[in-house]
């Protein structure tokens, strides 16, 4: 199995792959952050041997089944390539031609966006009916469920494959069609606009509104909490998708949101979103 991009998303496919007895090549734009994601895949393998979920004779077996590389070249022997590069539709274009030009022709080419539509990523390959949406989720070693989406003219055949490899990387499979946002990515945005513009009309407090979520629906964590971990500008990315798809106003981005892109609170990721998020370590 190829991955093509050592991120978050990539060295957690590429972990899980491992642990089900795939051979796997992890890729990215330079030797040093194809290694970068090779190591974050061993600190998950390692963090279930901590929690007790993973003996250490399997990490080990796992790890000695993950390399690296640059470029696309060893693609050619994997029997399914996934691409889990940025959420940008040119960038996974333009990968897909160079994946499509280097891998076995009978192939599954597949890619873990959360939003862009499978259908306008395969438009640029020879054979588009060769491409499938193999959604994973994050952390992919923790998270059960993988989401499947077809594009229009995918191939019974290339579905049927992505669910076995799916299935024997221990997920549970939803299929979805390839609507705007699929249904998870859609349920989530929408989540997080509902609960900001509660914010914004002074419903409720943002403590009470993530209280309310989590003990009034067992969530396990409130919408501001997930919108924090997700990303402000990612979730307003989503909302956007999902406007241009619809042009439903159920869709239309809370202010708040955007007003918090504008000012950097990003969440987690720039040390403040809907809740402050201090750097670890410094300060007094
Ligand atoms: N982060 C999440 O929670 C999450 C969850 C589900 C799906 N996704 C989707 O997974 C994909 C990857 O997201 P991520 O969070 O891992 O991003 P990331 O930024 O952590 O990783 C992307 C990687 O791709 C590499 N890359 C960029 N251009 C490349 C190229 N031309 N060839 C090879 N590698 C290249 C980057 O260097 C980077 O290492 C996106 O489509 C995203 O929407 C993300």
Redesign the pocket.
């Known amino acids: 199995m190829f991955v093509?991009?050592?991120?978050?998303?990539?060295s957690g496919i590429a972990a899980q792959a491992a642990l089900a007895g795939y051979f796997v090549t992890l890729?990215?734009?330079s030797g040093e952050?194809a290694e970068r994601?090779r190591a974050n895949a061993l600190r998950a393998l390692d963090h279930q041997v901590r929690k007790g979920l993973l003996d250490s004779v399997s990490r080990e077996e796992a790890a000695g089944r993950i390399d690296v590389a640059i470029g696309l070249r060893r693609a050619s022997i994997a029997t399914i390539v996934i691409e889990?590069?940025?959420?940008n539709l040119e960038?996974k274009q333009e990968?897909f031609r160079e994946i499509e030009g280097s891998a076995a022709a009978d192939a599954v080419l597949a890619t873990?966006?959360?939003?862009l539509p499978i259908t306008s990523i395969a438009q640029v390959l020879k054979d588009p009916t060769r491409l499938v949406g193999i959604?994973?989720?994050?952390p992919v070693l923790q998270m059960a469920l993988v989401e499947l989406i077809p594009g229009i003219r995918t191939r019974s055949e290339i579905v049927e494959r992505a669910e076995r490899f799916a299935k024997k990387l221990g997920k549970t499979v939803v299929h979805s069609k390839d609507s705007p946002g699929f249904v998870t990515t859609r349920a989530l945005a929408v989540l997080i606009n509902e609960a900001a513009w509660m914010l914004q009309e002074g419903v409720a407090t943002r403590e009470d509104i993530d209280a309310a979520y989590r003990l009034g629906f067992r969530h396990p964590m409130g919408p501001f909490e997930l919108a924090d971990l997700?990303g402000i500008d990612t979730a307003v990315a989503i909302l956007d998708v999902l406007w241009d798809g619809f042009r439903d106003p159920k869709y239309r981005v809370c202010p708040l949101l955007r007003q918090m892109v504008a000012a950097g609170r990003l969440g987690r990721k720039s040390g403040e979103g809907f809740y402050p998020y201090p750097a670890r370590g410094g300060g007094p």
């Open positions: 093509v991009g050592a991120g978050i998303m990539g890729e990215d734009v952050l994601g889990a590069a940025p959420e960038i990968l873990n966006t959360s939003s959604h994973f989720f994050n997700v």
